[in-house]
């Protein structure tokens, strides 16, 4: 939306803004908690409430077409994008794409824990779903593995449900997260914070039934004898989020290997003319303010290159 | 209570195999699961390769059954609508006196009357398998070797028998077996009862066998850890790839899956606990490894799924007989590799054992010999996506966005027999890909619970007490 918004500010005309959800906004509005806004609005809003803001301007605007439950299957170097919705299958051939992705959480596996797969081993977006848009409470004694920002925010919304947060395992020396969300999610709530700590093992048949934690070195070895177990039912993953770029990689743009972000020597840019990418999926960011900020310069970027080409 | 004709006990692809093939006769017939879906047992960690049938010992029942059900499956998967893709395997000689052992195993696999044979050099390997280590010198070459997905072969046999008058119980475990003039099967799900009985219960076979009296075989499990690689790595492989065999097993393969993902594993492990479905740290390097000196090229970041699975062995071969000191009672135990390939020819062989047994079998008429092809986009041309959004708008309406499932395909799984969400996932590959499921879980949940009419709470992975939300069943 802001780089939409952006386009539109800096000249363009004719814009069509493609979401896959029902609603606009994504991630934002599962997003209960405050904390949005202090930078870009100098203001404390909720995520709900940071995306309403966009939501409102951007409907204020006719020149920017909304397509929601639209589904992008294939992007071609030339700047094609195919895209599916209920009822038809679109092709569009455009003078720039901001590709405004964001990203997906990384997962157990990619972090190779070992053990079992029972029921009850979530993505921290995916309990955060559960409980604030849903209203379920996925389970009832809680271990979650990693600190970023998500899983910090859901051992406190765990804690607030009614649930027991047994611990956050971070195999890190310190926190991934902000230091106020370490202050404001677990040590208000007197939740245990093992630092240097992993877990190596999940146990559980039909339901997760107990974790598996060691001590790790500087070399985030294991140290022997330190395995302990803390019982639960329930596991959160919270080890990072990954820039959601397969779409610009089918379309040829060099990625990093590690980071999945584009290979680039400037901000927004890619080695496609006139396919930019912004916010999460261009690097992630520990807050929305400075996505907004990314991405309104690559609606700026995108109106420049289409003068260029003029 | 009914008398059946014959009960089958396992819904894995042994016994959906013989429930397919036995209703092409005037029979009553059952099947009965104990999970609350089919292929949820030994089947659903089939790597789904279709076996030409080299690595068998030349007399044994399993390379004699493999390599006729290679050929006979390419029918079965054609009449009911499976993709099978025949890929060809390599078995990679690193030396020259590995290299030498390939000529025994070709002359084996040729004694077994494997067809098509050859063992190529260094100069063809770069040509067809570029991404193969520069280190291996020769490969023995089955080009007959193919690759189908395990699940949706067992979902697509077992609805076909449906249609053919077969009765299907799931979450109905069989407690004892009492014998009279018939059989009488208890289960959790009340009594059935039978003239014959076919044991395909997999890792629970010598159970189910020794309640009939039979008591001569242990089945043991052997586990496996398999590793799953994005679909992004398609091409990493054209042919399966496997080192030469050990005494317990292929070896560490590097294969693609049905789906397209590449697959590397599995392990062997010998185990004692049948429920044992945990991976661990150790067979992760393992695997690692030793896939590394087939393709060196694969990086532990491409890896986005594991599980494990569990063989049921019982010795050296597969066991499949009718019981003397049971009459009426037919064991299919210890099926482990090559079973997905030899389960047409197991089939067959147990419709050989009931008439030797006295059954009298007349083929009927009316009984229907295809299925109409499930349709998954995935595996679809834009085109054909195209004119199939036309005409039904939900299959535009995207589900699961990384491997590309809408909310048609997912619905019509739930009319097929899905009620959990490892069923969804197995059928439609929905919360299969990279982001595991972070993203279309609740609207998977939301279906289920719509279409099933049951509430949220009650909604599980894969039965059981596997709900996802804990605790708040009502």
């Known amino acids: 939306m802001a780089a939409a918004i952006s386009a539109f500010e800096n000249g363009a005309r004719d814009i069509l803004l493609l979401e896959r959800d029902q609603y606009l906004g994504g991630i934002l509005n599962q997003c209960i908690h405050t904390g949005f806004g202090i930078n870009y609005f100098k203001e404390v809003l909720t995520g709900p ?47 720039a794409i901001i590709m405004a992705t964001g990203a997906r959480e990384r997962t157990r596996e990619m972090v190779h824990i070992a053990g079992t797969r029972p029921s009850g081993i979530f993505s921290a977006g995916l309990a955060q779903k559960l409980i604030n848009i849903e209203g379920l409470l996925p389970g009832k004694e809680v271990v979650i593995i990693g600190s970023g920002d998500i899983g910090l925010i859901m051992a406190r919304r765990f804690v607030l449900e009614g649930a027991k947060v047994k611990g956050v395992i971070e195999i890190e020396r310190r926190t991934r997260g902000l230091a ?6 677990i040590e208000d709530f007197d939740i245990p ?118 | 209570m009914n008398l059946f004709d014959i009960v089958i006990i396992g819904g894995g692809i042994v016994g959906t195999s013989i429930a397919r093939e036995l209703s092409r006769y005037r029979l009553s017939l059952a099947l009965l699961e104990k999970e609350s879906e089919l292929a949820f047992g030994v089947s659903k960690s ?64 040729e004694k077994l009357g494997v067809p098509k044979l050859k063992i190529v050099g260094r100069k063809w390997l770069r040509i067809h398998e570029p991404n193969l280590s520069g280190e291996a010198v020769k490969a023995l070459y089955a080009p007959t070797a193919g690759i189908i997905s395990p699940y949706r072969m067992v979902y697509d046999l077992a609805e076909n028998a449906v249609a ?76 399966l790839l496997f080192p030469l065999p050990s005494k317990v097993s292929k070896g560490f393969l590097v294969i693609k899956t049905s789906d397209g993902n590449p697959m590397i594993g599995p392990t062997a492990e010998d185990i004692l606990d049948k429920t044992d479905l945990a991976t661990t740290d150790m067979g992760f390097k393992k695997v690692l490894i030793a896939a590394r000196r087939l393709i060196p090229s694969i990086d532990e970041n491409d890896i986005i799924a594991y ?75 834009l085109e054909r996506t195209r004119k199939l959004i036309e005409k039904d708008s939900t299959y535009g309406d995207m589900v699961c966005r990384c491997e590309m499932v809408s909310i048609r395909e997912i619905r019509d799984a739930i009319g097929r027999g899905a009620r959990t969400l490892d069923g969804i996932k197995f059928r439609t590959r929905a919360q299969a890909g990279r982001c595991h499921g972070s993203f279309c879980t609740t609207r998977i949940m939301k279906i289920l619970s719509q279409e099933l009419k049951k509430s949220l709470t009650e909604v599980t992975k894969r039965g059981g007490a596997s709900e996802v939300i804990k605790g708040e069943r009502s």
Do not use: W
């Not at chain 1, 106020?180 to 999610?185: A, D, G, I, P, T």
């Open chain 2, 307 to 381: 599980f494990a699975g569990l063989r049921p062995v019982a010795g050296d071969d597969f066991i499949i007989r009718h019981e003397e000191k049971a009459p009426g009672f037919i064991n299919v135990a210890g099926i482990q590799s090559p079973g997905l390939t030899a389960a047409p020819t197991i089939a067959l062989m147990v419709v050989n054992i009931l008439k030797r047994a006295g059954m009298k079998l007349k083929k009927k008429p009316d009984f229907i010999g295809k299925r109409k092809k499930t349709i998954h986009l995935f595996a679809m041309p």
């Open chain 2, 46 to 109: 089939n790597s789904g390769i279709i076996h030409p049938g080299t690595q068998n010992p030349v007399n044994s029942l399993k390379g004699r059954l493999c390599v006729q059900g290679n050929f006979l499956i390419r029918k079965i998967a054609r009449d009911l609508g499976v993709d099978f893709k025949e890929v060809g395997e390599l078995i990679v000689a690193f030396n020259e006196e590995e290299a030498s052992r390939l000529v025994e195993i070709k002359k084996d696999a």
């Open chain 1, 49 to 95: 409430e940071y995306a309403d803001r966009f939501i409102k301007k951007i409907k204020a605007i006719p020149e920017i077409e909304i397509s929601l439950k639209s589904f992008v299957v294939k992007l071609t170097k030339n700047n094609v994008i195919t895209y599916l919705k209920p009822g038809s299958l679109e092709e569009v051939k455009a003078k």
């Open chain 1, 193 to 310: 914070f093992y630092l240097s700590h992993k877990v190596s093992k999940i146990h559980g048949k039909d339901r997760v039934e107990a974790v598996e934690v060691v001590r790790v070195n500087e070399g985030l070895n294991e140290v022997p004898d330190s395995k302990f177990k803390i019982e639960c039912d329930t596991v959160l993953i919270s080890v990072g989020l990954i820039p959601e770029n397969e779409l610009i990689e089918m379309a040829g743009v060099e990625l990093d290997r590690k980071t999945n972000s584009p290979v680039s020597g400037e901000l927004n840019k890619t080695s496609i003319p006139g396919l930019f990418v912004c916010g999460n999926a261009f690097k992630i960011y520990d807050i929305v303010d400075s996505v907004s900020k990314d991405s309104s310069l690559a609606g700026r970027r995108a109106v420049e290159h289409i003068a260029g080409q003029a």
């Open chain 1, 180 to 185: 106020r969300n370490v202050v404001q999610c």
């Open chain 2, 164 to 239: 053919n008058g077969v009765e299907i119980h799931t979450e109905t475990k069989v407690e004892s077996i009492v014998r009279s003039n018939h059989f009488e099967i208890f289960t959790t799900k009340g009594a059935f009862k039978a003239r014959y009985i076919i044991n395909a219960s997999g890792l629970y076979a010598d159970e189910v066998s020794k309640m009939a009296g039979i008591d001569d075989f242990k089945i043991r499990p052997r586990k496996g850890e398999e590793f799953i690689l994005d679909k992004k790595k398609e091409y990493l492989t054209n042919h």
